[in-house]
Nanobody, 122 residues
């Protein structure tokens, strides 16, 4: 069993930055692939970024590539999402998730946090 808790969301102007954190507890953090997803009102949950348990391999959606960076700290059982050059269309609730499969599909993830709101004003 893994428990996840996101933090770091908030309101920021377009062009600004935020860093989201996802603290994990329970089973060994490095055993899982970790992903970030987001869901805007009236839209489906979409993949943002993922990272292997070792932290060696990362993958991003085209919409955030070059602006967002995912990183993990196994000593702290925490995964981060650094978001730069934010745009109004990045506004959403951001969720972190843990799963045993390496996949951008939300259904492949077994554990989810409660989400943190990110709002980007124009």
């Amino acid at each position: 069993q893994v428990q996840l808790a996101e933090s770091g969301g908030g309101l920021v102007q377009a062009g600004g930055s935020l860093r989201l954190s996802c603290a994990a507890s329970g089973r060994t953090f490095s055993s899982y692939a970790m992903g970030w997803f987001r869901q805007a009102p009236g839209k489906e949950r979409e993949f943002v970024a993922r990272i292997t348990g070792s932290g060696v391999i990362t993958y991003y959606s085209d919409s955030v590539k070059g602006r967002f960076t995912i990183a993990g700290d196994n000593a702290k059982n925490t995964v981060y999402l650094q978001m730069n050059s934010l745009k109004p269309e990045d506004t959403a609730v951001y969720y972190c998730a843990a799963g045993l499969l390496w996949s951008p599909n939300a259904r492949s993830y077994d554990y989810w946090g409660q989400g943190t709101q990110v709002t980007v004003s124009s």
